[in-house]
């Protein structure tokens, strides 16, 4: 699966919201290899030493695969390196390998993460007959020494240059083939930027009315929902938009405006997003967020991104202006801005371009709430 995810819930735009693009930053980034053993690894990660990324919630392996990997130890085989960045105090986050160190992590430990139950391997005819449907203290000591004395090559980096940007540690990232799939911009944003801003957009995804507005019950698999609503808030700094740049990488902004949150040096107001998805559901209903089609006279029952980011961002504006928006905002005013003639411009072409996104924002704000959106 590509970095440009596109689900079918998604209504398709001529905007590549994981575009990808130069950064111009210069990079001094040294890196080693070492080759630590499990038993190494496991005291790292039961000290904090090491740490997983968000994006790792969750044991993804099945007990076939994890049997194989402790197998590939046993039999003296070679297995692929992981990939480890180092952070403040000495910690190593875990770019690449998670699956692998979790796996030895918990047959030692006795007990399999996905299902908290007794970790033993798996009894079936593609494992070794001697290991099957054995648990690690069933195994000899000299097996037991062998697994925890195996090494796995590792590959660690640290960017020495900027010091107070992440932006290697995310192209670093983007560049790695991780568990078979490339990560979308925002799995990528969810482990390079972990802190209190990237758990609050975990708590506002699963807002009920965001859910309802989205179309989508479940959180998305792959974190474009989460994009999202990093874009809601994002598209609000008009300190970055209104710059002389007529155009912006969109994938660049989201990261620039992630980190700077995440480091302190943007504050944002946490309950805004919940508040204007309330106010949007109440007066307008779960087609907030959708096109109209005149010739079908019916929405498109797809979620619209510049349609949901014009809407959101104008109430959001209007509700910091005292405006009272349960009892403003109403399904005509709404219509009316979608058959918009320079709105449906503004929402189809050039999505990214600077004139256009302040222009659909603008126009949300003077046909829903009667506002002038003025740049400060």
Known sequence: MSDHYRPNYVEETN???NEDYSNDDLFNITSWGADPSFRELITMYKEGELIKPELQRKYVWDKVAASRFIESLLLGLPVP???LAEGKDETKLIIDGYQRIMTVYDFVGGIFSKDGKTFKLTNSDKINERWRGKAFNELSDTEQRKIKKSTIHAIIFVQNQPKDDDTSLFQ????????GKSLTAQEIRNCVYQGCFNSLLFTLNED???????GKEEADPRMLDMEFILRFFSLQDQSILLDDKKQI????H?????GNVTKGNIHIDANSFSQVMSIINHSIGSAAFQNWSEERNAFSGRFSPTIFDAISIATAFANNSGIDCKNVLNRESHKELLINDRFIEYTTKRTTNTEHIIGRIGLAS???YGLTYEKH
């Open 15 to 17: 905007e590549e919201v």
């Open 254 to 258: 989201l990261n620039t405006f992630m």
């Open 172 to 179: 670093i990232f983007e560049r790695i083939n991780t568990a």
């Open 249 to 252: 990488s969109l994938k660049k």
């Open 81 to 83: 390196s992981i990939f």
């Open 366 to 368: 003077n046909i829903l």
């Open 208 to 214: 009920k009315n965001w859910r309802i507005l989205l």
